[in-house]
């Protein structure tokens, strides 16, 4: 019996699935909470198409994230087949791109001096390609990344010789107290399980370990523009920082401030130091709970204010 609403069946058939996966309502990544309150029903399904992928917004911390999930296996076949061709209508990165990798590696490279100024072991979760590595290769870094992009990593790992493979982040194998740098540079939004993925990060990071997570950050325009259905959860600066705390980071500086240049406007950062302990659950509810948090009016406001000053364009 199939028990999918009829948005759901739509949307199956707009990625082009073969197979009819059954979606069920989320609980917030952050706090696990099932309550919520939907914020926007109808989001992009690509450039001028909209349709109902409803996203929520969390009573408890005000994270916003999709009201429905689907299970492991479609994300595989999403990444690994749908995604490039939908958004980009290309499997292939081009020059452009590679290039712009690149040089954002460049920056994050000189703007990590100041926080780890020796080389060590570092690894890129959600690389892509795997160009963003190559400034820190060249400076003497052990590099890994991974992806679950079978196009992009095999350009990146036969065409360019890059430490990239393909796999999704909740399936890597790492060794324990190994790292001391990790970046995900957006790749938290897309992931099935960023709390599973994090929590490998934390088993196999050294105490003082930098961690980097940028992700979309404010919209810059109107929500149905914003919102779309590759993003499967948006974080703010105060989500950003919450999650990092629930897997034993420290953060040390969250900003809006382009630390990997300017080709993408409105992202946000926050960069964490490992503590070498993870926070009880007992805990991290009290920390959100005596305030660490955001109220869905404020969330659902910074929204209606962009709708607003786009309508007035």
Not at 47 to 53: A, E, K, P, Q
Not at 222 to 236: A, D, L
Request: with cysteine.
């Amino acid at each position: 019996m199939d028990k999918n609403p009829n948005f759901i069946k739509k949307y199956l058939k707009f990625v082009g699935s073969k197979e009819n996966f059954v979606a069920k309502e989320a609980k917030c990544d952050v706090c696990g909470s099932y309550d919520n309150k939907v914020i926007r029903e109808k989001i992009s399904w690509n450039n001028d198409r909209f349709g109902i992928l409803p996203v929520c917004c969390c009573n408890v911390c005000g994270f916003i994230f999709q009201k429905y999930k689907f299970n492991k296996r479609f994300y595989q076949l999403f990444y690994s087949e749908y995604y490039r061709k939908i958004i980009f209508n290309d499997i292939i990165p081009s020059s452009t791109f590679i290039k712009d990798q690149e040089s954002r590696g460049k920056k994050l490279f000189q703007f990590l001096k100041k926080y780890n100024s020796k080389s060590g072991n570092m690894i890129d979760v959600g690389s892509g390609i795997g160009t963003m590595l190559k400034p820190f290769l060249k400076k003497g870094w052990n590099c890994e990344g991974n992806d679950p992009d079978f196009h992009f990593v095999n350009y990146g790992k036969y065409k360019l010789k890059l430490p990239v493979e393909c796999l999704q982040a909740e399936d890597m194998q790492i060794k324990k107290n190994y790292y001391d740098l990790i970046i995900i540079m957006g790749s938290l939004e897309h992931c099935y399980d960023p709390n599973k993925v994090l929590s490998k990060c934390e088993k196999s990071s050294k105490k003082n370990a930098l961690l980097v997570l940028e992700a979309r950050g404010d919209p810059q325009s109107n929500s149905r523009n914003y919102f779309n259905h590759n993003h499967h959860r948006y974080f703010s600066k105060n989500s950003l920082e919450l999650i990092m705390i629930k897997h034993g980071w420290m953060p040390i500086l969250t900003t809006s401030y382009p630390i990997t240049g300017p080709t993408r406007k409105g992202g946000i950062y926050c960069i964490g130091r490992y503590t070498g302990k993870k926070i009880s659950a007992k805990s991290f509810r009290s920390l959100i709970l005596s305030g660490k948090k955001e109220s869905f009016d404020t969330v659902d406001f910074r929204f209606k204010y962009h709708d607003y000053t786009d309508s007035k364009k």
